[in-house]
């Protein structure tokens, strides 16, 4: 058929069918004479799924030529491969509960896919090769490796947040940090690197850290017996937050199940069941000095004179 017949058949106008060509989107047509050729059903079928992955999915045309890298293959002669756009349509496919669990899926692989190789060793195919999807899934979650790559490091929170509600007692601050820095020590070399491309100006990582630190901050705090807080702790006693005992001060927070708190039953417990300023605080301050930690042991710095 033309290009005007495809036009027509698929709903796509001229241009854009031009330009997909051009973009290697489409199977090669038949060229019959200079600027013209011909197309068929396999033009048609791409053309309708290309539509799919823009109108209904949102992509990019950058992100959908990532999706169909097989689209040419053999080389220099290059052939269409039906089996490809199977994939991609397969990304209509699943209930709310299976995409969950593909995308936890994802972002378990790429933590520990970027922690090993780092963000240059590591690239899409292989992650989908290790998560056991296509390609078409990924790009539903997904529309680059910088994006996968920011909600890895980001996902140390929920992956922190796993060990902590393990604790089975409110624990001391001492033990908090040691805690924190040993559910943290195997995902350092991302966060690392994150610091490390956010001081080289990549935009796709800014304030990544501190979102982490401030997450794995406010889940510690609902688990933290404040009895024994250091004074010297910054931003760990303030005001009326250091007094929540009362049990009327404390703002409101997440419901936390009931623990053992031992000789400061009171205001821990009231810390425990509705995180105040100082269990706030206190959180926080356990997550940076957990960091500061791992970070000083890989650098080979000597400890900080600390409070802890």
Same mark, same amino acid.
């Given at each position: 058929?033309?290009?005007?017949?495809?036009?027509?058949?698929?709903?796509?106008?001229? !241009?854009?069918?031009?330009?997909?060509?051009?973009?290697?989107?489409? *199977?090669p047509p038949v060229p019959v004479a200079a600027n013209r050729f011909l197309y068929d059903e396999r033009h048609v079928e791409a053309l309708r799924v290309i539509r799919l992955l823009r109108e209904r999915r949102?992509?990019?045309? *950058?992100?959908?030529?990532?999706?169909?890298?097989?689209v040419l293959v053999?080389?220099?002669? *290059?052939?269409?491969?039906?089996?490809?756009?199977?994939?991609?349509?397969?990304?209509?496919?699943?209930?709310?509960?299976?995409?969950?669990?593909?995308?936890?899926?994802?972002?378990?692989?790429?933590?520990a896919a970027f922690v090993a190789k780092g963000y240059a060793g590591v690239n899409v195919e292989q992650l989908c090769q290790?998560?056991?999807?296509?390609?078409?899934?990924?790009?539903?979650?997904?529309?680059?490796?910088?994006?996968?790559?920011a909600a890895a490091a980001r996902s140390t929170v929920d992956m922190v947040g796993a060990s902590v509600?393990?604790?089975?007692?409110?624990? !001391?601050?001492?033990?908090?940090?040691?805690?924190?820095?040993?559910?943290?020590?195997?995902?350092?070399?991302?966060?690392?690197?994150?610091?490390?491309r956010c001081a080289h100006g990549e935009g796709t990582v800014a304030g990544i850290v501190p979102e982490v630190v401030a997450g794995i901050g406010r889940l510690v705090a609902r688990r933290l017996d404040v009895s024994d807080v250091p004074d010297s702790m910054p931003g760990a006693r303030t005001g009326e937050g250091a007094e929540a005992g009362s049990g009327t001060g404390a703002g409101a927070g997440a419901p936390v199940p009931p623990v053992a708190v031992g000789d400061g039953a009171t205001r821990a417990g009231a810390a425990a069941a509705a995180p105040g300023e100082a269990a706030e605080g206190a959180g926080r301050a356990v997550a940076e000095a957990a960091l500061d930690r791992l970070v000083r042991r890989a650098l080979g710095l000597p400890g900080a004179p600390g409070v802890l």
């Open positions: 058929m033309s290009v005007s017949q495809l036009a027509e058949r698929s709903g796509v106008g001229v !241009p854009s069918i031009h330009h997909y060509r051009r973009l290697g989107l489409l *199977p949102g992509l990019s045309l *950058p992100a959908i030529r990532e999706v169909l890298p097989d053999n080389g220099e002669q *290059p052939a269409f491969r039906p089996d490809m756009w199977d994939a991609v349509l397969a990304m209509s496919e699943g209930g709310d509960d299976e995409q969950r669990e593909v995308r936890a899926r994802l972002l378990e692989v790429a933590r290790r998560a056991g999807i296509a390609k078409g899934s990924f790009y539903r979650h997904f529309d680059s490796k910088d994006s996968v790559y509600a393990r604790w089975r007692r409110a624990m !001391p601050v001492a033990d908090a940090v040691d805690a924190v820095a040993a559910a943290v020590e195997p995902v350092l070399p991302l966060l690392l690197e994150v610091v490390v």
